[in-house]
């Protein structure tokens, strides 16, 4: 990262330990997929028949045992990093992502909006935990690291990840919701509504966008023309073309394509990171 190399400060993260830092990540994603769909098998049959996991890829059996195998190793990397390096509670907060994926499976998810939040959160919480393993660096004042500028893109892309992913999660809510009704789920578009829902993703939407116009002006005054052509193109203008076709959709198919759409918005929006490579 530019910031360490104008201190000479090498970070905490970087090479092997970033490497087992991303693997415990998607180790939880994986592990928390999987006992979601065991819970999940009956209202699959209904949403998503063809694209189901337990029982066609996994055997019902397995699922319970690989998702403790994927949470342990997740959990035990997170508690490796902590003894061996200055990474402060890793393995507790892997921990913590673990349990709260499962709640989510289990209950979390059927009720309003509350799943969709801690989905949501825990997406922010890849980007953030960055941050968060290289607290002792930037804690401390003696080193000269601009610290303000690691904090301030962190919040940035976190609150990037928080918003569109809380968008992608209400609008796969519209898309299962005959699967959802049937088995007795109190999502947003079954309480509210599917209008009432779209106005929600909608106003959340023009937020995502107005923030990133503000922010591309704000790289414009520091003339990183790349940046705002990469974002404009790529990330903003699908964006509103996400906010026009949600005021047409009507079935599941149309909800699923944009569901589609948002998750290749999330990609481009954290591929953007790259640029600030070049521009410190």
């Known amino acids: ?11 905490v993260i970087y090479g092997w330990n970033f490497f087992l830092l991303c693997i415990s990540s998607v180790l939880i994603a994986a592990a928390g997929y999987i006992i979601n769909d065991y819970f999940d098998r009956n209202i699959d049959l209904v949403n998503k028949p063809d694209k189901m996991v337990v029982d066609k890829i996994i055997h019902r059996r397995w699922t319970i045992i690989w998702h403790l195998i994927l949470s ?6 997170g508690f490796y990093l902590d003894i061996t390096t200055k990474i402060f509670l890793l393995g507790i907060t892997n921990f913590i992502c673990v349990l709260l994926l499962f709640i989510y499976s289990i209950s ?62 209400v609008v796969k809510d519209m898309e299962d919701i005959e699967g959802d009704t049937k088995y007795g789920c109190r999502t947003m578009p079954i309480v509210w509504g599917i209008n009432a829902t779209k106005v929600f993703v909608a106003v959340w939407l023009i937020v995502l966008i107005a923030t990133l116009v503000i922010v591309q002006a704000y790289a414009a005054r520091l003339q990183w023309w790349l940046s705002i052509a ?18 047409d959709a009507k079935t599941s198919k149309h909800f699923h394509a944009l569901s589609s759409l948002i998750k290749l918005v999330m990609l481009t929006g954290i591929l953007s990171m790259m640029f600030f490579k070049y521009y410190h």
């Open 72 to 77: 342990f190793i997740a959990i035990a990397i």
């Open 230 to 247: 990469y974002c404009s193109v790529l990330i903003i203008l699908p964006l509103l073309w996400i906010f026009k076709k949600l005021y």
């Open 1 to 11: 990262m530019p910031v360490y190399q104008q201190a000479g400060i090498t970070p």
């Open 108 to 169: 979390l998810k059927k009720r309003f909006l509350i799943g969709n939040i801690i989905i949501s959160l825990l997406t922010a919480w890849v980007i953030l935990v960055i941050t968060w393993c290289e607290n002792s660096n930037i804690i401390n004042t003696h080193n000269h690291l601009r610290a303000d500028k690691i904090i301030r893109e962190t919040f940035l892309f976190a609150g990037f990840a928080f918003i569109i992913s809380l968008i992608r999660e």
